[in-house]
């Protein structure tokens, strides 16, 4: 059975704020998109091994989310779920913004199939 969206969202935020590559990039269906911080990028990491090289590279400048507020699904079809997933980034343990992101999991499987968001900078 699918881990609940609750469940996952928390776990990639623990993934990525204790820096646990691996287990962030395996929250994504192998073939999953990921398109944070989109006032600075435009262009998704596709699959999972795209995904961790990015979280990796977050993760050694520091860079961290903490989930505030997960609202949803605010769209579903047969196979996906949409969520509205709240959150405050930190860069060293200071915060440099919140926004929210679009989750969109895969129902079968609960992994997530794409991330959007939030539309904020990429820190520096």
Do not use: Q
Request: hydrophobic fraction near 45%; glycine fraction near 8%; aromatic fraction near 8%.
């Amino acid at each position: 059975m699918p881990a609940p969206p609750a469940a996952r969202t928390i776990a990639l935020m623990h993934a990525l704020d204790y820096a646990t590559v691996s287990a962030f990039g395996a929250a994504f269906l192998p073939s999953g998109t990921y398109l944070p911080y989109t006032a600075s990028l435009s262009k998704a990491f596709a699959g999972r091994a795209a995904i961790r090289a990015f979280t990796k590279r977050r993760v050694a400048a520091a860079d961290g989310w903490t989930a505030t507020s997960l609202l949803g699904p605010i769209e579903r079809t047969k196979k996906t779920s949409t969520y509205s997933v709240s959150l405050v980034a930190y860069l060293s343990g200071r915060p440099v913004g919140a926004g929210t992101a679009r989750m969109t999991l895969d129902c079968r499987s609960g992994l997530i199939r794409d991330w959007r968001g939030p539309a904020l900078p990429l820190p520096r």
